[in-house]
Structure formats: structure tokens, C-alpha cells
């Protein structure tokens, strides 16, 4: 199994960027992002998973209304589109997921991490 993410890069405050997750090896039912900022611990952005063909996001506090996740089923990516960026999104963003049906609880695979970095 394999998590690769892409579309990291350097972009000025109030610009956007489009994160992708590629998931090889299997599918999941439970897919996030997270983000590890310069000292900083690892936080939680967004995660999205589907109950009964159902799919469901949930975002952070501080990027409600700027970030969208989604997925596209048929080529088994996680999709994160950031909108209005602020220079304290800077950070290594990290697509991530669960290995339980279950949407809550650890994550078992990990990609290697995209840098955004935001200019003000």
C-alpha cells in the first residue's frame, strides 16, 4: 500500500493550491490530511469517509471555509483544495489513512509529506 501526494509548492497569501493523494494497493474508507508546521505538532486539517454510499467531510477550525476535501473513487485519490492560504498554513501536508472501516481512531498508512509554503 502506498499514499504518494503531490501539488505542494510556493504560493503568496490569499492564493490557492490543490493537494492530490494517490492511494495505491487498496481502498479506503477513511481518508485526512494532516500538516506538521516548522516546531510545531502534527494537526489535523480534513478528512473525508462514506457510510451507506454517503460521504462525509470534516475540516479544522482554522481552515473551515478556505479548504475542500474530495475524492475521485475512480482513480483512488484524495483531493484537498486550499483557497484564501494564510502564511500560518505553511506547513508539510501529509494524506493519510485508516485501515478499519471505522472513520475515527488512528491512521495506518502515511504519504511522504508535500511542502506548502505561503508568502505573505
Known amino acids: 500500500v502506498q499514499l504518494q501526494a503531490c501539488g505542494g509548492g510556493l504560493v503568496q497569501a490569499g492564493g490557492s493550491l490543490r493537494l492530490s493523494c494517490a492511494a495505491s494497493?487498496?481502498?479506503?474508507?477513511?481518508m485526512g490530511w494532516f500538516r506538521r508546521a516548522p516546531g510545531k505538532e502534527r494537526e489535523f486539517v480534513a478528512r473525508?469517509?462514506?457510510?451507506?454510499?454517503?460521504?462525509?467531510?470534516e475540516y479544522a477550525d482554522s481552515v473551515k471555509g478556505r479548504f475542500s476535501i474530495s475524492r475521485d473513487n475512480a482513480k483512488n485519490t484524495l483531493n484537498l483544495q486550499m483557497n484564501s492560504l494564510k502564511p500560518e498554513d505553511t506547513a508539510v501536508y501529509y494524506c493519510?489513512?485508516?485501515?478499519?472501516?471505522?472513520?475515527?481512531?488512528?491512521?495506518?498508512?502515511w504519504g511522504q509529506g508535500t511542502q506548502v509554503t505561503v508568502s505573505s
Open positions: 493519510a489513512a485508516r485501515s478499519s472501516i471505522l472513520p475515527s481512531g488512528e491512521y495506518d498508512y
Open positions: 494497493g487498496r481502498t479506503f474508507n477513511t
Open positions: 473525508m469517509w462514506s457510510r451507506s454510499s454517503t460521504y462525509y467531510a
